[in-house]
């Protein structure tokens, strides 16, 4: 998703305003808290998911769970049942159709039909051992997009058919797609920005990083990124290099 500038001071803004106006009014709102006394498999929630029945889908480092809005369905991992879930860390969402979810798994891609609740994994055409920690960086119109830092592979899965293609990079935990173009954008550790165009060039940029400074995430913002590290967030360009956030946004 592209964001312009002005675009994104607005929904920061506007985060802000519903934030400020939750706890002026805290004393009369009602909260209900959901942790695992209510059923939530984990209380680390690394995923969240809304289907078109208005389901609530939470993917944990302990299970899936589905929620009504009164209670949890957890799904599990179990080495007895094939139909069950092929590892209990979750590591993507996405849905596959009107009856079924694609879920990253640990050991796998599956794909968890919501009426009956069985799991099937779907053949990505790695092997055992191999296979797994498919992080979901697209799931626009009939293609899905997702890519492996455990494997370093970029699985494309369409109506013709499915790609699988090895990056040659060491693996990224932040990386960005663009659906348009199919240029793919990775953050690798510790300071460098790597561009893969669709034929397989790639052009590699460094950042301005600082010490100990850890990149989680990056939205692409018109011609620019805004960074996200695990210290600060702030804006960059080959053209003007690292930039503050204005002072409201900080």
């Given at each position: 998703?592209?964001?312009?500038?002005?675009?994104?001071?607005?929904?920061?803004?506007?985060?802000?305003?519903?934030?400020?106006?939750?706890?002026?009014?805290?004393?009369?709102?009602e909260v209900?808290?959901?942790?695992?006394?209510?059923?939530?498999?984990q209380s680390?929630?690394?995923?969240?998911?809304?289907?078109?029945?208005?389901?609530?889908?939470?993917?944990?480092?302990?299970g899936l769970?589905?929620?009504?809005?009164?209670?949890?369905?957890?799904?599990?991992?179990?080495?007895?049942?094939?139909?069950?879930?092929?590892?209990?860390?979750?590591?993507?969402?996405?849905?596959?159709?009107?009856?079924?979810?694609?879920?990253?798994?640990?050991?796998?891609?599956?794909?968890?039909?919501?009426?009956?609740?069985?799991?099937?994994?779907?053949?990505?055409?790695?092997?055992?051992?191999?296979?797994?920690?498919?992080?979901?960086?697209?799931?626009?119109?009939?293609?899905?997009?997702?890519?492996?830092?455990?494997?370093?592979?970029?699985?494309?899965?369409?109506?013709?058919?499915?790609?699988?293609?090895?990056?040659?990079?060491?693996?990224?935990?932040?990386?960005?797609?663009?659906?348009?173009?199919?240029?793919?954008?990775?953050?690798?550790?510790?300071?460098?920005?790597?561009?893969?165009?669709?034929?397989?060039?790639?052009?590699?940029?460094?950042?301005?990083?600082?010490?100990?400074?850890?990149?989680?995430?990056?939205?692409?913002?018109?011609?620019?990124?805004?960074?996200?590290?695990?210290?600060?967030?702030?804006?960059?360009?080959?053209?003007?290099?690292?930039?503050?956030?204005?002072?409201?946004?900080?």
């Amino acid at each position: 998703m592209s964001l312009s500038f002005p675009g994104l001071i607005r929904l920061l803004l506007s985060l802000l305003f519903v934030r400020l106006s939750l706890s002026f009014f805290a004393q009369q709102a009602e909260v209900t808290r959901y942790d695992v006394e209510q059923g939530l498999p984990q209380s680390m929630v690394n995923h969240v998911l809304q289907d078109v029945d208005g389901f609530i889908w939470l993917g944990t480092g302990d299970g899936l769970a589905r929620f009504d809005g009164h209670r949890f369905v957890v799904y599990k991992h179990d080495p007895r049942d094939s139909t069950t879930l092929s590892h209990n860390s979750i590591w993507g969402l996405a849905e596959k159709d009107e009856r079924h979810l694609w879920v990253g798994t640990r050991s796998g891609l599956d794909v968890l039909d919501r009426r009956t609740g069985r799991v099937k994994q779907h053949d990505t055409g790695l092997t055992p051992g191999q296979d797994g920690c498919w992080t979901i960086l697209s799931d626009i119109g009939d293609e899905l997009v997702c890519y492996s830092p455990l494997n370093g592979h970029l699985l494309r899965i369409g109506p013709n058919g499915q790609r699988l293609r090895r990056l040659v990079h060491t693996e990224s935990y932040a990386m960005h797609l663009h659906a348009s173009s199919g240029t793919i954008t990775q953050y690798l550790q510790p300071d460098s920005l790597l561009t893969i165009a669709v034929d397989g060039g790639d052009q590699v940029a460094i950042l301005p990083t600082t010490q100990q400074e850890r990149v989680t995430d990056l939205v692409e913002i018109d011609d620019r990124w805004l960074m996200l590290s695990d210290k600060s967030a702030w804006l960059w360009s080959p053209a003007r290099g690292r930039q503050p956030l204005p002072p409201a946004t900080q």
